[in-house]
């Protein structure tokens, strides 16, 4: 059973569009990430959630609105895509807050605006 | 920036030696991980190693941690063609906050 996955793998999209990407934790762990991979492999946080609440929302375009439903579940949903958008994005989870646990990712999303 | 910084960049090896690649950083952390990218895949953590520890094995790991230089190794033993991928070192501060660095990308030849 694949423990985090996120779908779809790939998204090719007009700039304008709206799109969304879906990820779930089979874990059970109460921390759940989104994470933008650029194209020289910088990882840059996006998003935080703990059980449910945003704890980290880092310096991104309110155009990005993540979303979870339950503690298992954060969505990303991103309006008015634009060409800098193009990237990988990545959901994680972890067992604690704290820091203190490892984290676990999923496949990715490569995301491209044309 | 915050982000932890891997070198070298790139590193290309015969399969059977052994690998090195070093992640410097500038703040206080509460540990340091490495994890592996293999192509068009995601990160798998490899080893965490807190601020307290020197050094941390792990089957052909080895990681070191120095925090009064600020920096961490990871040393991949007898290399296989299979090693091959993308590692990055991720800090964690004091305040629980995860970076992540742009990498060191090992091909490892057959």
């Known amino acids: 059973d694949t423990a985090v996955s996120q779908t779809p793998k790939y998204l090719v999209t007009q700039m304008g569009n709206d799109k969304s990407i879906k990820c779930e934790q089979n874990l059970g762990h109460d921390t759940m990430y989104w994470y933008k991979q650029d194209s020289k492999k910088f990882l840059k946080i996006m998003f935080s959630?703990?059980?449910?609440?945003?704890?980290i929302n880092e310096t991104v375009p309110n155009r990005f609105s993540p979303k979870s439903p339950d503690k298992a579940h954060l969505n990303l949903h991103i309006n008015s895509l634009e060409l800098g958008d193009s990237a990988v994005y990545f959901c994680?989870?972890?067992?604690?807050?704290?820091?203190?646990?490892?984290?676990?990712f999923g496949e990715g999303s490569r995301l491209t605006v044309l | 920036s915050q982000q932890g910084e891997e070198d070298p960049q790139a590193l290309s090896i015969q399969e059977g030696e052994n690998a090195t690649m070093n992640c410097s950083y500038k703040t206080s952390i509460n540990n340091l991980q490495w994890y592996r990218q293999n192509s068009g895949r995601g990160l798998v953590h490899l080893i965490l190693i807190r601020s307290n520890e020197r050094e941390k094995h792990s089957g052909r790991l080895r990681v070191t941690l120095d925090t009064s230089k600020k920096s961490s190794s990871l040393l991949i033993t007898a290399s296989r063609a299979a090693d091959t991928a993308s590692y990055f070192c991720a800090t964690v501060d004091t305040g629980n906050q995860f970076y992540f660095g742009t990498g060191t990308s090992l091909t490892v030849i057959p």
């Open positions: 994680a989870s972890s067992r604690f807050t704290s820091g203190t646990g490892e984290l676990f």
């Open positions: 959630y703990n059980n449910k609440e945003l704890i």
